[in-house]
């Protein structure tokens, strides 16, 4: 069952070393266990989409620059998200100030190829529209 995704929520990227939290502003007021409410709007890299440690998608410029230099080998470099999309599909029968709320089924998808997805909502209660 979808569970709504809250401030401090676990994710992880495909192309990424370690989990990252999400990162919700407290600007839509409507709280879940003392904690933000995510839409599928929080997904600006580096304000809501933490780092993942380290990149290991080679179609990321850093990445395939390091791995040239090492003679093709994999040379992981310093992840620095870059999602331009929302994240989908959402929560789409729940709104949040004229949004749709993020659910722990949806995903990001990062320029550099890799996905993002919610390994951990935050909280544990199921929400009801």
Known sequence: MPLQ??????????????????????????????????????????LNIMPFSLCMSPSNPQVAAATAAAL???????????????WAPGAVTVEIDHQVAL???SVCNCM????INVADPGQQTVETP
């Open 72 to 86: 093709g080998v994999l040379t992981p470099q310093p992840c620095i998200p870059a999602t331009a999309s929302p």
């Open 5 to 46: 995704v809250v401030n401090g929520a676990q994710t992880m990227c495909t192309f990424g070393s370690s989990p990252s939290s999400l990162m919700v502003l407290p600007i839509n007021r409507t709280m879940v266990a003392r904690q933000p409410k995510a839409t599928i709007q929080d997904h600006v890299p580096m």
């Open 112 to 115: 550099w190829g890799g996905v």
């Open 103 to 105: 659910d722990n089924l």
